[in-house]
C-alpha cells in the first residue's frame, strides 16, 4: 500500500513528484505563492494542490505519512513535527551550522586528522569588500554569501578573482552585481585552492547518516572545462556510489557531521571538499543541507528500490533499517530548454549552454515541464537532465564514452526550444575519481 505524501515547492522537483507517484504513492503538492498574473504550471499524475491550512488538518486526522520540504525551516514543516509526522527536512539551527564556518572548523578540523577548513569571510558592506580586495595578493573565489539581501544574476553567481583584482572591484559595484541599488548585500571572499573539487553525499536521519554515500563530480563552467573563469551552476555531473564500512576517511567524516546535526533534521547532506592529488591534501569548502541540483536527478536515477519508502524511513529516523539498493555509476547532462547566441566560429552550439540572468518581476511559472520517461529524465524550470546509469563504476575510457554517448542520445531526442548542452561531461572522471582515491582512501568497488 503507498504512502500518503505531502511535497513543498514542487516546481524545484517534478522528476520526484513523478518518481513517488509511479511509485503508487498518493502526492498532494503544497500551494505555491504565485507571483501576479502567474498560473500552476505542474501537476503530476493524480495529485492534487493543498494550502498549508489544509495540510495541518489532515496531519491531525492522520491522514499524512510524509512530509518532504526543500527550503530550511520552512515554517510549515515545522509545524508538523508537532504531529510526530515524519518530515524530511532540515530546520534553521541546521542552517546556522552549514553558515557558520567556525562551527564547520569546529567540527572537523580538530576531530578528523588530515581535513582542514577552507578560509573564508563574509562581508556585508561594500566598502569592506572594496578595502579587502585592494589589499590582497592572493587568487581568491568570490561568490554571494548564503542568505545574502543582494542576489547576484546567474553567470555572477562565483567568481574567480587575481591580483590585483581590479576587474572583481567592478564586478561587485556594478549594478545588479552582489550589492542592490541600495548597497545591501552579502558576498563571501575564499581562498582560491588548487585540486578537484569533490561532493560527499549521503542520507541523514537525524541521528545518524545511511551506510552508502556517493561521490559526485561537478562540471559547472557553462563554455569550457578550464575549471576556471565566471561560473553559472551545474552543467553536469558525475556519480559513484560507496559502503562506508570500505572506505574509513569518509565514514569518519560523516561521523563528525553526525554529532554536529543531531536534532536539526533529516535530508541530504553534501560535504563539498577540495582534493589535491600532488599534496594529498582534504580541504573542507563547504557542506551543504539543500537538495541539489542536478545531483538528485542522478540519485533518483540510480535508486533500485521504493524511493518514496527510502525517504519516509529517513524523516522516521529509520535510516539503514534497509539496506539501500543503488545502481554504481550514473552521468548527467544538463540541457538547457532556451536558445542561446552562437559563438563566432562555433560550430557546435550545444556545447554552450546559456547563461540566465535575473530579471526584476519576472516569474518561473508556468513551468516547462517534458517527460520522456518516467525515471530517466523530467524537464525542470530552467532545464532538463539526461541521465545514463551503470551498474559498475568506470574504469576504462570505453565504458566513460559509452554512458556519455547514452545521455547524449537522450538530450538529443528532448524535444526543447533551443536545448543546448555541453558534450564532454565526464571526460575526466576516472581522473577525479583517481584523486579520491589518493586523497580519500577511496575504494571503487
Given at each position: 500500500m503507498g504512502l500518503r505524501i505531502v511535497v513543498s515547492d514542487a516546481g524545484y522537483y517534478p522528476s520526484l513528484v513523478d518518481r513517488l507517484v509511479s511509485e503508487g504513492h498518493t502526492v498532494h503538492l503544497t500551494m505555491p505563492n504565485l507571483p501576479p498574473g502567474a498560473t500552476l504550471g505542474y501537476l503530476p499524475g493524480d495529485g492534487t494542490y493543498m494550502t498549508d491550512e489544509q495540510v495541518v488538518l489532515a496531519a491531525v486526522a492522520n491522514s499524512i505519512d510524509l512530509y518532504v520540504g526543500f527550503e530550511l525551516g520552512?515554517?510549515?514543516?515545522?509545524?508538523?513535527?508537532?504531529?510526530?509526522?515524519?518530515?524530511?527536512?532540515?530546520?534553521?539551527?541546521?542552517?546556522?551550522?552549514?553558515?557558520?564556518?567556525?562551527?564547520?572548523?569546529?567540527?572537523?578540523?580538530?576531530?578528523?586528522?588530515?581535513?582542514?577548513?577552507?578560509?573564508?569571510?563574509?562581508?556585508?558592506?561594500?566598502?569592506?569588500?572594496?578595502?579587502?580586495?585592494?589589499?590582497?595578493?592572493?587568487?581568491?573565489?568570490?561568490?554571494?554569501?548564503?542568505?545574502?539581501?543582494?542576489?547576484?544574476?546567474?553567470?555572477?553567481?562565483?567568481?574567480?578573482?587575481?591580483?590585483?583584482?581590479?576587474?572583481?572591484?567592478?564586478?561587485?559595484?556594478?549594478d545588479g552585481g552582489y550589492f542592490d541599488e541600495d548597497g545591501q548585500g552579502s558576498v563571501r571572499i575564499e581562498e582560491f585552492l588548487p585540486g578537484v573539487e569533490t561532493c560527499v553525499g549521503c542520507m541523514f536521519d537525524g541521528t545518524k547518516f545511511d551506510t552508502v554515500f556517493y561521490i559526485c563530480h561537478e562540471h559547472k563552467d557553462a563554455q569550457n572545462d578550464s575549471r576556471s573563469g565566471v561560473l553559472t551552476g551545474e552543467v553536469g555531473s558525475t556519480l559513484t556510489w560507496h559502503h562506508r564500512v570500505q572506505n574509513p576517511v569518509v565514514d569518519a567524516l560523516l561521523d563528525e557531521v553526525a554529532q554536529s546535526l543531531k536534532g536539526t533534521g533529516a535530508g541530504f547532506i553534501d560535504l563539498n571538499l577540495m582534493l589535491d592529488p600532488k599534496?594529498?591534501?582534504?580541504?573542507?569548502?563547504?557542506?551543504?543541507?539543500?537538495?541539489?541540483?542536478?545531483?538528485?536527478?542522478?540519485?533518483?536515477?540510480?535508486?533500485?528500490?521504493?524511493?518514496?519508502?527510502?525517504?519516509?524511513?529517513?524523516?522516521?529516523?529509520?535510516?539503514?533499517?534497509?539496506?539501500?539498493?543503488?545502481?554504481?555509476?550514473?552521468?548527467?547532462?544538463?540541457?538547457?530548454?532556451?536558445?542561446?547566441?552562437?559563438?563566432?566560429?562555433?560550430e557546435k552550439p550545444q556545447q554552450y549552454p546559456p547563461c540566465f540572468k535575473k530579471t526584476k518581476g519576472a516569474a518561473l511559472y508556468p513551468l516547462t515541464c517534458v517527460r520522456l520517461t518516467p525515471t530517466t529524465y523530467i524537464a525542470q524550470d530552467r532545464y532538463a537532465v539526461a541521465v545514463a546509469v551503470a551498474d559498475t563504476i568506470p574504469n576504462t575510457e570505453e565504458q566513460v564514452l559509452m554512458l556519455q554517448a547514452r545521455a547524449t542520445a537522450l538530450a538529443a531526442r528532448m524535444d526543447i526550444p533551443g536545448n543546448t548542452w555541453r558534450d564532454d561531461i565526464g571526460s575526466h572522471w576516472l581522473d577525479d575519481l583517481e584523486t579520491a582515491r589518493i586523497c580519500l582512501g577511496l575504494n571503487r568497488g
Open positions: 520552512d515554517t510549515l514543516g515545522t509545524t508538523l513535527r508537532m504531529f510526530d509526522l515524519p518530515v524530511l527536512m532540515h530546520d534553521e539551527s541546521a542552517f546556522r551550522l552549514e553558515t557558520n564556518r567556525a562551527l564547520g572548523a569546529a567540527f572537523i578540523q580538530h576531530r578528523v586528522s588530515g581535513v582542514r577548513v577552507a578560509k573564508a569571510q563574509t562581508f556585508d558592506s561594500l566598502p569592506e569588500v572594496k578595502k579587502f580586495l585592494a589589499g590582497s595578493k592572493s587568487k581568491l573565489v568570490v561568490k554571494p554569501a548564503p542568505n545574502s539581501v543582494g542576489q547576484a544574476d546567474n553567470d555572477l553567481r562565483c567568481h574567480f578573482s587575481t591580483p590585483p583584482h581590479r576587474n572583481t572591484l567592478a564586478l561587485v559595484a556594478e599534496r594529498k591534501t582534504v580541504t573542507l569548502i563547504e557542506w551543504t543541507v539543500r537538495w541539489g541540483r542536478p545531483t538528485m536527478e542522478l540519485v533518483l536515477a540510480t535508486y533500485m528500490g521504493d524511493f518514496g519508502a527510502y525517504l519516509h524511513r529517513a524523516a522516521a529516523g529509520k535510516i539503514g533499517t534497509v539496506v539501500a539498493d543503488y545502481a554504481k555509476a550514473a552521468l548527467g547532462i544538463v540541457v538547457y530548454p532556451y536558445g542561446y547566441p552562437l559563438v563566432p566560429g562555433n
